[in-house]
């Protein structure tokens, strides 16, 4: 149990460019995500944390127009990276939690955006 | 002083050695602790969690907490080259779900 998909896993796109990742808790009711990019050799920093049908909260630094977070069901929360650049480039990993102060915390296997 | 600490390595033991990895943190208002297997190119798998001081079993590894010295540990015995990857500390407030992660540690086990 607690399997998080993502897709896509890899997605190259031209500068400018609009793409949209999917993350999908599918053997559980996901009422808040995480989303979190990391770049290479180094640890996830937390992008923002949506609860489900509720506006998504962003992490100091990350701008909410370019990230656009949707969480419109239990199991289903997407990240929309908006005209994209070079800098964008990173693997995103999106995780879920039942919501419990006791749950953990389970994780997609991410996706590798590469903008070129 | 980031909230959460860890040696990046790398690490490189022999098959069959204890290998110990270790996190500190810098404030007493994080409740909840977690270790996170990730390999390359993959998501963290989550190894263990905790959320109180002293150890915690699970197989070949051992989870343990010392909020006195705010300092995680996780210790794999036996280690095996299938261990080699990278392991991230992970903790949070218990108010809240938001995780911190260390920097992860990189370990090979070579045969």
């Known amino acids: 149990g607690a399997v998080v998909s993502q897709h896509p896993s890899r997605v190259i796109c031209k500068s400018g460019t609009s793409v949209k990742i999917e993350c999908r808790s599918l053997d559980f009711q996901a009422t808040t995500m995480f989303w979190y990019r990391q770049f290479p050799k180094q640890s996830l920093m937390l992008m923002a944390t949506s609860n489900e049908g509720s506006k998504a909260t962003y992490e100091q630094g990350v701008e909410k127009d370019k990230f656009l977070i949707n969480h419109a069901s239990l199991t289903l929360s997407t990240l929309t990276v908006t005209s994209a650049h070079p800098e964008d480039s990173s693997f995103y990993i999106c995780s879920a939690s039942g919501g419990q102060i006791t749950d953990t915390q389970y994780f997609g296997p991410g996706t590798r955006l590469t903008v070129l | 002083q980031k909230e959460v600490e860890q040696d990046p390595g790398p690490l490189s033991v022999p098959e069959g050695a204890i290998v110990s990895l270790n996190c500190t943190y810098s404030n007493s208002a994080f409740q909840y602790f977690m270790w996170y297997r990730q390999y390359s190119r993959k998501g963290p798998e989550l190894l263990m969690y905790?959320?109180?001081?002293g150890n915690k079993e699970d197989g070949r590894f051992t989870a343990q907490v010392d909020k006195s010295s705010k300092y995680i540990s996780l210790f794999i015995r036996d280690s095996q080259p299938s261990d080699s990857a990278t392991y991230l500390c992970a903790i949070a407030r218990i108010s809240g779900y938001a995780l911190n992660f260390g920097k992860g540690t990189s370990l090979l086990v070579t045969p």
């Open positions: 905790t959320y109180s001081s």
